[in-house]
């Protein structure tokens, strides 16, 4: 896949992910614990070997977008700027044998399912803490704010898992 095919994916991606962040995800919450934020799903879904430079351009874009429709001033972007800081770290803890290939972008289909669920699990965990931790600084009442970040955490990943099952982003330069 050459760099422009990337970059167009990525892209409309963007537009996607924002779209049904602001009009479907952020309407819904369930039992007041369960808010999903997939829109992480485009920083995660980044090309191997991409400055982190880049990541964290494109994680404080796409944050300080769903910032101005959520009027959490600062808060998603806060929280996507960590994550992609700290995306190569995940890649290079759970690498398989350093043999990611600079430029793949990492799906579901990239490698294997365990291997996914896991690269998504510790990104999405660190977006959420990060989040949840931004909103929750000045109270005292962090047993509530805990059980968000777990059930929010489960409701992401679970969603990015089955969207990225349902609509694969088709790699093909593996």
Known sequence: M????NILRLILLFVILLTLQILVFNNLNFLGFINPYPYVLLILTMP??????????VAFIM???VDLFCN?????AGACVLMAYVRPFILEFISLHDDYKIGTLPTLYTYDALWYLKYITMGVAIHHLALFAFE???TLFWWPTILR???STVASIAIIYVSQMFFRINDSSR
């Open 136 to 138: 929750q600084i000045d």
């Open 63 to 65: 944050g300080i977008s």
């Open 2 to 5: 050459t760099n422009s095919q």
């Open 48 to 57: 191997f070997g991409a400055a982190t430079s880049l990541l964290m351009v």
């Open 72 to 76: 959490t001033p600062g808060m998603h």
């Open 149 to 151: 970040f777990l059930l």
